[in-house]
């Protein structure tokens, strides 16, 4: 895609985390086809990352696999410093890190796993966004730098006997979003969120019920679910120059709802 790379000819770096399976690894395989060069986050499933890694690479892109625990304040720090010494200056954040948690009423969860959701889906993408304006003070001439962070139409439904507490924490990502857009616009950052809506993935098995992407389409105004790949295109957009006036925004990808 013309306009993704930088006027030298060189790769615009960019860190996509949680980026070896589901709208992540469609995201970073997109990003990479447009001529970004990519960093691959994982937390546990290394064999995932990094044969995703092998796929960008054969397909000539240029990729790397960096394993860290967004919740982790040192781990995120070592993770911007290796992606920077392997693909070069960052030129963008993806906060694609994110656990629904078990499913079910609120009442009924256990305080560890509320916990654990809230440290990855909201400190997580605190964590990575405060250490990413970090890494683009060092440059601050350089042109389309940006953060895109990946919210939920759960934001807006609330996900009542599902998962609140994930929707609660994907509402403080969007808030956050719009604060920190206001914040940084003048220093020529953009923040920006994709909020998509069911997408199929493997979300919803980890969160115990792998046949909920076929029960929710009916109730979707398009009768189905998103692909991963979808979502992927408009995280595209808003990185690439032609979002350069788009900051603030809350991007729906959901099929109607």
């Not at 079910?104 to 964590?127: P, Q, Y």
Request: aromatic letters at 4%; glycine letters at 12%.
């Amino acid at each position: 895609m013309a306009g993704d790379k930088g006027k030298a000819g060189t790769l615009r770096a960019v860190v996509v985390t949680g980026g070896g399976r589901g709208i992540g690894a469609a995201t970073a395989r997109r990003l990479a086809q447009a001529g970004h060069a990519v960093c691959v986050n994982f937390r546990a499933d290394a064999a995932a990352a990094e044969t995703l890694v092998q796929a960008i690479r054969a397909d000539g892109g240029s990729a790397c696999a960096i394993q860290a625990d967004t919740a982790n304040a040192a781990d995120v720090a070592r993770m911007f410093d290796e992606a920077e010494a392997a693909l070069g200056p960052l030129h963008a954040l993806v906060n694609n890190a994110g656990i629904t948690g078990p499913l079910g009423r609120f009442v009924d969860l256990d305080v560890a796993a509320l916990r654990r959701v809230v440290e990855v889906n909201l400190i997580g993408t605190l964590l990575c966004a405060q250490e990413a304006v970090r890494r683009f003070a060092r440059y601050p001439t350089a042109p389309g730098r940006s953060i895109v962070n990946i919210s939920s139409v759960a934001a807006s439904t609330g996900s009542p006997g599902e998962y609140v507490h994930y929707a609660a924490t994907k509402g403080a990502v969007e808030s956050f979003t719009v604060g920190l857009a206001r914040e940084l616009a003048a220093e020529g950052i953009r923040v920006n969120a994709v909020a998509p809506g069911t997408v199929q993935t493997g979300i919803h098995a980890a969160a115990g019920d792998p046949e909920r992407p076929a029960r929710i389409a009916p109730r979707v105004p398009m009768r189905r679910v998103g692909a991963p790949e979808e979502v992927a295109e408009a995280v595209l957009w808003l990185v690439s120059d032609a979002a350069s006036y788009t900051t603030g925004a809350v991007l729906r990808v959901t099929g109607g709802l």
